[in-house]
C-alpha cells in the first residue's frame, strides 16, 4: 500500500482514527478530513510519527463546496486518489416525534448526503484515473433498524440501497471498486457525542467491538476489495436473525431499549455533536464496558444461530397450519 493516496472522512475520533492508525505505518499518504482541526492535527503528527505523509483538511461533510474542496486539494496534493474512505456520521437518539425536526434533518445531511457527496466529488477522479477504490463505513444499521434513532436508520438503510445503484453503475469500470462494510456496536466515542433526547444516560449495548475491526477491515478492502465486509462477524448474525424474523428482532430491539431506559441514570437532554463538533473524547474508544471476551462472542453466535432456525421452523409450522 506504500504511497498510495487516502482520504478518510470523520478521522478525527473513533474508527476514522483508527483507521488512519493502522494504515500509517504502511507509509501511506493520507488525508485526514473532520470538523475538528485540533484533533485533526494532534492525529496527523501521530500518523507522521509512524511513516506517513499526511495532508489535514478540516471539513464538514455536509458543506459540499467543502467536499469538491476535499477531492480536489487531495488530488492535487499527490496527483491521484487511490482510496476514498466514508466514516463520518451521526447519532440522535429519542423518540422520533420529541426529537427536534432540525436534528433529524441534520442526520440524514451528515450520514447520508455527506456518503454521496464524497462519492459525487470522488468518482470523476476515479474515472480519469481508470481506477480507485471507494470504502464506506455503513454500519449493520443498514440492515437493521435501530428503534429511538430513526434518522440514523433512515440514513443507513439508503446508503445501502444507494451504494448497490452505484455497484451497478460502476460494472462498466472494472478497476473501480465500491466497498461497504456492515460493521455491529463499536466502542467508540460516538454515543458520547450522540445528541440525546431520552434523558437518559446512553451506553452501547453489548457485543461492543473495538473500532480495530474497522481498521482492519479497510485495510483489507484496500488489499483485496470485496462488495460487502462484515468486520467482526457478529454484524452477520444479526443480518440472519433480522432476515428469519424481522418483525420479532424489532420489538425485541424496541422491548430491550424501554427496559434499558427505566434503569439507567438521568441526563440533561443535549444536541451533542449535530450541529457542531465537540471537544470532548476524541480517541478512537469509548471505553465501553461491558467488552465480550471471544468466548462469550462464539456463545452469542451460537445461540442466535440456534435461536435463528428456532424461529424459521416456527413460521414454516404456523403457515403450515394456517394452509390446513
Known amino acids: ?18 483507521t488512519a492508525l ?15 482541526e485540533v484533533a485533526l492535527l494532534e492525529l496527523g503528527d501521530e500518523c507522521r510519527e509512524l511513516g ?3 495532508l ?22 499527490k496527483g491521484r486518489i487511490d482510496v476514498w474512505v466514508n466514516n463520518a456520521g451521526v447519532l440522535a437518539a429519542g423518540t422520533f416525534d420529541e426529537t427536534p425536526w432540525e436534528t433529524h434533518q441534520q442526520v440524514i445531511t451528515t ?12 468518482l470523476p477522479f476515479f474515472k480519469r484515473q481508470g481506477a480507485g477504490i471507494l470504502i464506506n463505513n455503513i454500519s449493520i444499521g443498514g440492515y437493521i433498524p435501530v428503534p429511538y434513532g430513526s434518522a440514523y436508520t433512515a440514513s443507513k438503510y439508503a446508503l445501502r440501497g444507494f451504494f448497490e445503484s452505484i455497484k451497478g453503475e460502476l460494472a462498466a469500470w472494472p478497476d473501480i471498486h465500491v466497498v461497504d462494510l456492515y460493521p455491529a456496536f463499536l466502542d467508540t466515542p460516538g454515543i458520547q457525542h450522540a445528541a440525546n433526547y431520552t434523558g437518559k444516560v446512553l451506553k452501547n449495548a453489548p457485543p461492543v467491538s473495538d473500532p480495530k475491526v474497522v481498521a482492519e477491515a479497510v485495510k483489507a478492502s484496500i488489499l483485496r476489495p470485496l462488495s460487502n465486509r462484515y468486520p467482526g462477524g457478529v454484524p452477520k448474525l444479526f443480518k440472519l436473525g433480522h432476515a428469519l424474523a424481522p418483525e420479532l428482532m424489532v420489538k425485541f430491539t424496541g422491548l430491550l431499549m424501554r427496559g434499558y431506559f427505566k434503569k439507567a441514570d438521568p441526563i440533561a437532554k443535549t444536541d451533542g455533536n449535530i ?44 403457515r403450515k397450519k394456517k394452509l390446513v
Do not use: C
Request: hydrophobic share 45%; glycine share 8%.
Open 1 to 18: 500500500m506504500e504511497n498510495k493516496t487516502i482520504v478518510i472522512t470523520g478521522a478525527s475520533s473513533g474508527a476514522g482514527k483508527a
Open 22 to 36: 493502522e494504515l500509517a505505518p504502511e507509509r501511506v499518504n493520507l488525508v485526514l478530513a473532520a470538523r475538528n
Open 52 to 54: 506517513a505523509d499526511v
Open 56 to 77: 489535514v483538511l478540516p471539513t464538514d461533510v455536509g458543506d459540499r463546496t467543502a467536499m469538491l474542496e476535499l477531492a480536489q486539494k487531495a488530488f492535487e496534493w
Open 111 to 122: 450520514n447520508l448526503l455527506g456518503y454521496m457527496s464524497g462519492t459525487h466529488a470522488v
Open 275 to 318: 450541529f457542531n463538533t465537540v471537544d470532548y473524547s476524541m480517541s478512537t474508544n469509548g471505553n465501553a464496558r461491558p467488552r465480550l471476551a471471544r468466548s462469550t462472542r462464539q456463545q452469542i453466535a451460537v445461540g442466535l444461530v440456534f435461536a435463528g432456525v428456532g424461529l424459521l421452523a416456527i413460521k414454516l409450522l404456523t
